[in-house]
């Protein structure tokens, strides 16, 4: 097995296993969850915008010269398909109970397929960009399991169901996403997967900047600017130690 496939697939799929375990934890002491995720997500943050800054946006940039246009669309097109989801497709006042939470779960279905697609592309350009993206990546999906389940019990699944369901749109479809692009990702140029790899970029720094940071504040939790200072200095110390 080609060692490149083996340390992707082992990353998406532990991926996947993290958001599974927060599903479970929702779902069997939703009192850890509430405690823990925020911490979680602040760290989080602190690898993923780190990581993306001193790394990956710098390795596109000497792939491709053109690789900040590409992190721009990586970025924009992260916040324009949530505001897809979020105001075009329902709107509060329109939407039942069951669309407003089914709605959200399949974004974050989406968005879980796109990691899968970036984790084949960073591991592509070399295994320590890889590991580095996916540090924040795989800390990331276990507050995002807990808000998938969270989301389809508002949506009036139970049960068995909310697990399955929740198992289904935001754990599996991370090492989905690696099988479908890792063919194509494999077999393109250097100057092609710069591209891809701002791309990738862009969306990091979205998931970090726009999605995780801004539930942290509104958590306002004590503490939580030490997990994201923990994230910074992780990242930093990688990055250092392999210059």
């Given amino acids: 097995m080609n060692s490149t496939f083996a340390a992707v697939m082992l990353a998406s799929s532990l991926s996947g296993a993290v958001t599974a375990l927060g599903i479970f934890t929702v779902s069997r002491h939703r009192d850890v969850a509430d405690r823990y995720s925020t911490y979680v997500m602040s760290f989080a943050a602190g690898v993923l915008i780190s990581v993306s800054f001193m790394h990956i946006i710098p390795e596109s940039l000497e792939m491709e010269g053109s690789a900040p246009i590409f992190l721009l669309v990586g970025f924009l097109a992260m916040h324009l398909s949530n505001r897809l989801l979020n105001v ?4 509060d006042e329109q939407c039942t109970d069951y669309a407003v939470g089914i709605l959200p779960a399949l974004g974050i279905g989406v968005h ?17 960009t890889g590991v580095l993206a996916a540090v924040g990546m795989i800390l990331h999906e276990f507050p995002e399991g807990i808000v998938t389940y969270v989301l389809l019990e508002r949506a009036g699944f139970r049960g ?3 697990l399955f369901y929740a198992f289904l749109v935001a754990a599996f479809s991370t ?4 099988v479908v692009a890792y063919p194509f990702v494999s077999a393109i140029g250097k100057a092609t997967l710069g591209k ?3 791309l990738s970029a862009g969306a990091l720094v979205y998931v970090g900047a726009t999605h995780l940071l801004p539930a942290v504040e509104r958590e306002n939790k004590r503490y939580t600017i030490v997990a994201l200072a923990a994230g910074v200095l992780v990242a930093l110390g990688i990055v250092i130690s392999r210059a």
């Fill in 88 to 91: 075009f497709l329902c709107h």
């Fill in 175 to 178: 090492p989905l996403g690696t």
């Fill in 112 to 128: 879980s397929f796109v990691d899968g697609l970036i984790y084949a592309v960073t591991f592509n350009v070399a295994i320590l």
């Fill in 160 to 162: 068995r169901k909310s």
């Fill in 196 to 198: 891809l790899l701002a």
